[in-house]
T-cell receptor, first 109, second 112 residues
Framework: GQNIDQPTEMTATEGAIVQINCTYQTSGFNGLFWYQQHAGEAPTFLSYNVLDGLEEKGRFSSFLSRSKGYSYLLLKELQMKDSASYLCAAMDSNYQLIWGAGTKLIIKP | GAGVSQSPSNKVTEKGKDVELRCDPISGHTALYWYRQSLGQGLEFLIYFQGNSAPDKSGLPSDRFSAERTGGSVSTLTIQRTQQEDSAVYLC??????????FGSGTQLSVL
């Protein structure tokens, strides 16, 4: 079956760095997505990886290892506004997204 | 509008009633998705439209759920004879390219 695993909740300190891990099992693979979702709001796109390696975009970076079925989202210089849920999703061979349950990130001052 | 618009934003209904949820995608986006999100859960895929056709209806949980899209634009999701387990946030998303979905703010459905 198809499955996405990510931690339920993480806590970090303002100004620090946090890494949110995601492992996936899908029928075929057409890329790995990260979305940010603030409480009560719609998810918004953060990143898309289809090749192995690290993609950096400002304070956020996303890494993919296709051989390991593994990705992580790295957030640097954490700000209070980064408190949100981070959703990992893998696209299967039919170009359908399989979503994880999300990681709730709590930022403490 | 500039983004995906969903209406109503909140809907409270009685068990057994029918409800209709509307999604107005970003102009020009050919792909449209409906998802359901229960509290603390991931996104549950319901249905996908490419233009007016729905090549993938596999996510609809029962025959009480149906969806249509007309003119390659607005879509409606209809839930007949609502049950309490239908209570969730229903999210619509549209895209013009595989790599990025744009989500609406969702409809919070509460079935009493």
């Amino acid at each position: 079956g198809q499955n996405i695993d990510q931690p339920t909740e993480m806590t970090a300190t303002e100004g620090a760095i946090v890494q949110i891990n995601c492992t996936y099992q899908t029928s075929g693979f057409n890329g790995l997505f990260w979305y940010q979702q603030h409480a009560g709001e719609a998810p918004t796109f953060l990143s898309y990886n289809v090749l192995d390696g690290l993609e950096e975009k400002g304070r956020f970076s996303s890494f993919l290892s296709r051989s390991k079925g593994y990705s992580y989202l790295l957030l640097k210089e954490l700000q209070m506004k980064d408190s949100a849920s981070y959703l990992c999703a893998a696209m299967d061979s039919n170009y359908q997204l399989i979503w994880g349950a999300g990681t709730k990130l709590i930022i403490k001052p | 509008g500039a983004g995906v618009s969903q209406s109503p934003s909140n809907k409270v209904t009685e068990k057994g009633k029918d409800v209709e949820l509307r999604c107005d995608p970003i102009s020009g986006h050919t792909a449209l998705y409906w998802y359901r999100q229960s509290l603390g859960q991931g996104l549950e895929f319901l249905i996908y439209f490419q233009g007016n056709s729905a090549p993938d209806k596999s996510g609809l949980p029962s025959d009480r759920f149906s969806a249509e899209r007309t003119g390659g634009s607005v879509s409606t999701l209809t839930i007949q004879r609502t049950q309490q387990e239908d209570s969730a946030v229903y999210l619509c998303a549209s895209s013009s390219e595989i790599e990025k979905l744009f989500f609406g703010s969702g409809t919070q459905l509460s079935v009493l």
